[in-house]
């Protein structure tokens, strides 16, 4: 069955980066793009950007633009995303999820969440 | 506009029918996917493309289309479809965008 295991809980200090990991199973890893989506506290969900794992190529929102950096390790079958200069708005529930192959805004299966804290 | 705006509270009485939408310009462009999510879970896929439902989600729920609006309609309402329900869709920069979600509440 595909399931997308995530990374555990992080409490990182302004200023830090933290690097999250996203690993697959149950599917081919490079058939199917891997999205990065966030959480804020009693907010709405925020995509940030995605992975086409097939081709490692890229795509941002312009928000994050220049602070987010998404990899992805196909031998590991694992999706990275490492944000930078991290502020205590970046307290979040991070979630990868798997896009679904067929239409590029449905995201068919999603990980379980880590939950990072930024605080002093 | 990139923004995708939804009602933030919605409540339907058990067994009765209730629409939840979602406005944006890209909509005229690009389909939404519709997304369930219960506290302390992830979301949950429920409606993508012009009407589709992924495996395992009840036929109550249904996904339409009009001008700049797209609609998610559960006919007769579960106590178990309680919860908060985004829609998502591409923006105008190619990117992804979500709309700031409806709480439903089943009474």
Partial sequence: QVQLAQSGAEVKKPGAPVKLSCEASGYIFTSYVIHWVRQAPGQSLEWMGRINTGIGETKYSQKFQGRVTITSDTSASTAYMEVSSLRSEDTAVYYCARENGVDPVAFDFWGQGTLVTVSS | ?107
């Fill in chain 2, 1 to 107: 506009s990139s923004e995708l705006t939804q009602d933030p509270t919605v409540s339907v009485a058990l067994g009765q029918t209730v629409r939840i939408t979602c406005q944006g310009d890209s909509l005229r462009s690009y389909y939404a996917s519709w997304y369930q999510q219960k506290p302390g879970q992830a979301p949950k896929l429920v409606i993508y493309g012009k009407n589709n439902r992924p495996s395992g989600i009840p036929d109550r729920f249904s996904g339409s289309y009009s001008g700049n609006r797209a609609s998610l309609t559960i006919t007769g309402a579960q106590a178990e479809d309680e919860g908060d329900y985004y829609c998502t869709s591409r923006d105008s920069s190619g990117g992804w965008v979500f709309g700031g979600g409806t709480e439903l509440t089943v009474l």
